[in-house]
C-alpha cells in the first residue's frame, strides 16, 4: 500500500521558518522524482519545488527560490521541504508527490496534505 504522510505543518510568523517531511512507503522511493505542491484557498494547485530520484536536480518556483529548499533521505524515504523567511503568500496547503515510470508506465502519488500558515 503506497502512503505519502506530511508533517510538519503550522502557524508561523512572517519571516519565520519551517520544515516540512514527507514520509513514504509502498513504493520504490529511489525510483521517483518527489515534488511539493501547494494549493491556497481559492487557487489552483501549484508546484513548489521538485527533486531528481537521485536528488542532483531540483527545481522551483519563481516566488519560493533563495527561500526553500527541497531534499530527499533515499536511506529513509522522505523527502523534505525547508521554508525560510515565510510570508503570508505562503499560507497554503502543501502536499507531497511522487511521480515515476516504471516498465512505461507512469505512476502519480499524493499525500493527503499539511496546512501551513503565515500570520501574525
Known amino acids: 500500500q503506497v502512503q505519502l504522510v506530511e508533517s510538519g505543518g503550522g502557524l508561523v510568523q512572517p519571516g519565520g521558518s519551517l520544515r516540512l517531511s514527507c514520509a513514504t512507503s509502498g513504493f520504490s522511493f529511489a525510483l521517483y522524482a518527489m515534488s511539493w505542491y501547494r494549493q491556497a484557498p481559492g487557487k489552483e494547485r501549484e508546484l513548489v519545488a521538485r527533486i531528481s530520484n537521485t536528488g542532483t536536480i531540483s527545481n522551483y518556483a519563481d516566488s519560493v527560490k533563495g527561500r526553500f529548499t527541497i531534499s530527499r533521505d533515499i536511506a529513509k524515504n522522505t523527502v523534505y521541504l525547508q521554508m525560510n523567511s515565510l510570508k503570508p503568500d505562503d499560507t497554503a496547503v502543501y502536499y507531497c508527490?511522487?511521480?515515476?515510470?516504471?516498465?512505461?508506465?507512469?505512476?502519480?502519488?499524493w499525500g493527503q496534505g499539511t496546512q501551513v500558515t503565515v500570520s501574525s
Open positions: 508527490n511522487a511521480r515515476g515510470a516504471i516498465r512505461g508506465r507512469e505512476y502519480d502519488y
